[in-house]
């Protein structure tokens, strides 16, 4: 059955550096996530992609943040200078279709900053 | 702003029993409700209802959604150990983002 691949599943990174999470979305999906879970918390909505450009991003999707589908198949989050708060579960997600579909979600990768 | 909300957090129940999840929303334009089960990582998707009254069923799960009150329940029958996950409820409004409940944590003990 065609998954979400993320990696890496666990980063740990220190304060101020950049880091970039990596998303394979399932190939014949159109519509590309990212959503973060801190520990405890909601899943909350990061930001949407499609057609090669961002189409919905929230007020946590900040300039420290940007998305890039660099080819055909990753889907890459980059976090450019890491604060403390940033630690948290990173979802990728992906969808065949904008509206009315499942959105199947990757495993994750917990981003741990120091 | 949209707004899930789930009941209750966390119960525990034993092997055997039915338990019944519920996800309450205030959204602009809703589009779908979508239940998630989430164990160790990852959201892995149960249903996605879109129509008031159609019951969704999966073996000993099921959900149905009211659009007028503006909820939808969960139910697992006969649950067993396996069912031991948190589960998600989350509401597609306005664009296509996904806004999520704060889950319901189930505990089934043997």
């Known amino acids: 059955e065609p998954e979400v691949t993320q990696t890496p599943s666990h980063q740990v990174t220190q304060m101020g550096q950049e880091v970039i999470l990596r998303c394979v979305p399932i190939s014949n999906h159109l519509y590309f996530y990212w959503y973060r879970q801190i520990l405890g918390q909601k899943v909350e909505f990061l930001v949407s992609f499609y057609n090669n450009e961002i189409s919905e991003k929230s007020e946590i999707f900040d300039d420290q943040f940007s998305v890039e589908r660099p080819d055909g198949s990753n889907f890459t989050l980059k976090i450019r200078s890491t604060k403390l708060e940033d630690s948290a579960m990173y979802f990728c997600?992906?969808?065949?279709?904008?509206?009315?579909?499942?959105?199947?979600f990757g495993q994750g990768t917990r981003l741990t900053v120091v | 702003e949209d707004k899930v909300v789930q009941s209750p957090l966390s119960l525990v129940v034993h092997e055997g029993d039915t338990v019944t999840l519920n996800c309450s929303y205030e959204?602009?334009?809703?589009?779908?409700l979508l239940w998630y089960k989430q164990e160790k990582k990852a959201p892995t998707f149960l249903f996605m209802l879109t129509s008031s009254g159609i019951e969704k069923k999966s073996g000993r799960l099921s959900s149905i959604l009211d659009k007028k009150e503006l909820f939808s329940i969960l139910n697992i029958t006969a649950t067993q150990t396996g069912d031991s996950a948190i589960y998600l409820c989350?509401?597609?409004?306005?664009?296509?983002?996904?806004?999520f409940g704060g889950g319901t944590r189930v505990l089934v003990k043997p």
């Open positions: 997600a992906s969808r065949i279709r904008g509206m009315n579909t499942e959105a199947f």
């Open positions: 989350a509401v597609e409004a306005a664009g296509n983002k996904l806004t």
């Open positions: 959204v602009t334009n809703f589009r779908s």
